[in-house]
């Protein structure tokens, strides 16, 4: 796969439950970034990885979500006990160092 | 919280004719970018303009940087309906540590 690969595409869950959302980047690509789009919104900052460079992690709205990045490739984004709030598009984006960032095509997450 | 803001929020014009949307920010940076993006998936880059730039030409796109005014605008000139999406502006700096962050992008409607 030559690009950015996010799964799962859609993710219906509970009020309260936990859920993993997880993104391939582009091999090579040291810069990697997750963003929240509510519908008809502008795209949320939440956490940028670049290279081994601790987290930027100053857009995570609360602590209920985090994220890692293992092997400075694949990254998975995790919301503890989800609230309906949280409904939205997650978007996963890498880049070489700085510039044009790469998207996947997102992960539609729906809390009931 | 957003460095780039769009202005209008939403377009609509008829084929042929031109578009343009602006970009203001609040701090200085590195570069400016223009994404498109589809039906709320995943975005597409159209170009980069760096801060030492005043214009960049890119087939039908036509983009402005004014860091005086710290704005920018993008032209599509003879729009098509194939045109009809979100655009959003993103930037990069030292203030936001070197993120790209977004607008909350301008919504053009291209009229058969």
């Known amino acids: 796969g030559a690009g950015v690969s996010q799964s799962p595409s859609n993710k219906v869950t509970e009020k309260g439950k936990d859920v993993e959302l997880r993104c391939d980047p582009i091999?090579?690509?040291?810069?990697l970034y997750w963003y929240r789009q509510s519908l008809g919104q502008g795209l949320e900052f939440l956490i940028y990885?670049?290279?081994?460079?601790?987290?930027?992690k100053s857009g995570l709205p609360s602590d209920r979500f985090s994220a890692e990045r293992t092997g400075g490739s694949v990254s998975t984004l995790t919301i503890q006990r989800t609230q309906q709030e949280d409904s939205a598009v997650y978007l996963c984006?890498?880049?070489?160092?700085?510039?044009?960032?790469?998207f996947g095509e997102g992960s539609r997450l729906t809390v009931l | 919280s957003q460095q780039g803001e769009e202005d209008p929020q939403a377009l609509s014009i008829q084929e042929g004719e031109n578009a343009t949307m602006n970009c203001s920010y609040k701090?200085?940076?590195?570069?400016l970018q223009w994404y498109r993006q589809n039906s709320g998936r995943g975005l597409v880059h159209l170009i980069l303009?760096?801060?030492?730039?005043r214009e960049k030409h890119s087939g039908r796109l036509r983009v402005t940087l004014d860091t005086s005014k710290k704005s920018s605008s993008l032209l599509i000139t003879a729009s098509r309906a194939a045109d009809t999406a979100s655009y959003f502006c993103a930037t990069d700096g030292q203030a936001a540590g070197n993120k790209l962050t977004f607008g909350g992008g301008t919504r053009v409607l291209v009229k058969p």
């Open positions: 303009i760096r801060s030492n730039e």
């Open positions: 701090t200085s940076i590195n570069n």
């Open positions: 984006a890498s880049s070489q160092t700085v510039g044009e960032l790469f």
């Open positions: 990885f670049q290279g081994n460079s601790a987290p930027d």
């Open positions: 091999s090579g690509h040291t810069a």
